[in-house]
């Protein structure tokens, strides 16, 4: 007679599965993907490090599968401000500030999301939400381009742009020499200088109206 898993089995592997996957996330969240080793995890679940290997074949399958979580949260967060009410431009605005503030909240995760190195298989998880953060920014764009809000010649390839202009004003700012600095009390450019900056920079860039930036915010 063939053995048959049973329903409470499954729901036992799901509970136990769930639960490694929120000690990975504590562990990202406090430390980067560095601070994510197998024998750790294990630890931390409260299992043998080889019952870790009965739900993730290795451990760049379980980082990709917890990139990926964290990933599609923000991801989430930004559709639901871009694709508000209000101007194009306006929700742009909001979009980039909640972004920047979220990755504030959480500075050594965001800077895992965004630069840490990883292991191939989260690399593919990258790229992959970058394309999704793209195509907000896509269907953004071409609203905005269609009230005459932006001035963009290719959507596709500008929209990729602000992603990458994205990326790359909060690794400086979220990166540990810039935490330790600002931990020890020295000057470090704050939240509200890194919105200011990448809202006019990425409106500029759209030729978007400028004329009231309160409205931005």
Same mark, same amino acid.
């Given at each position: 007679m063939a053995y048959r898993t049973t329903a409470s089995r499954i729901d036992r592997d799901q509970a136990l599965r769930s639960r490694i996957l929120a000690c990975a996330h504590a562990r990202v969240v406090e430390g980067g993907f560095a601070a994510l080793t197998m024998q750790a995890l294990a630890e931390d679940? %409260?299992?043998?490090? +080889?019952? !870790?290997?009965?739900?993730? /074949?290795n451990k760049g399958e379980l980082a990709a599968e917890v990139?990926?979580?964290?990933s599609q949260q923000e991801v989430d967060s930004l559709a639901e401000v871009l694709r /508000?009410? /209000?101007?194009?431009?306006?929700?742009?605005?909001? +979009?980039?500030?909640?972004?920047a $503030?979220?990755?504030w909240h959480s500075q050594r995760l965001a800077f895992a999301?965004?630069?840490?190195?990883?292991?191939?298989? &989260?690399?593919? =998880?990258? *790229? !992959? @939400?970058?394309?999704? @953060?793209?195509? #907000?920014?896509?269907? #953004?764009?071409?609203? /905005? =381009?269609?009230? %005459?809000?932006?001035? &963009?010649?290719?959507?596709? #390839?500008?929209? $990729?742009?602000? &992603? %990458?202009?994205?990326?790359?004003? *909060? &690794? +400086?700012?979220?990166?540990p020499p810039a935490r330790a600095l600002r931990e020890s009390g020295h000057a470090s450019d704050d939240l509200e200088a890194v919105c200011?900056?990448?809202?006019?920079?990425? !409106?500029?860039? *759209? %030729? $978007?109206?400028?004329? $009231?930036? +309160?409205? #931005?915010?």
């Open positions: 679940a %409260g299992i043998a490090t +080889g019952s !870790l290997y009965r739900h993730f /074949g990139f990926a979580k964290a /508000g009410e /209000g101007p194009a431009a306006e929700r742009l605005a909001r +979009g980039l500030r909640q972004f $503030a979220r990755a999301l965004i630069a840490e190195p990883v292991d191939p298989e &989260v690399d593919e =998880q990258r *790229l !992959l @939400y970058r394309e999704a @953060y793209a195509e #907000l920014f896509c269907q #953004l764009l071409a609203e /905005g =381009q269609a009230r %005459g809000e932006f001035q &963009v010649s290719s959507i596709s #390839l500008t929209a $990729a742009c602000l &992603v %990458g202009a994205i990326a790359e004003s *909060l &690794v +400086g700012p979220l990166s200011t900056t990448l809202v006019t920079f990425c !409106l500029r860039a *759209l %030729g $978007a109206s400028q004329s $009231a930036p +309160g409205d #931005l915010r």
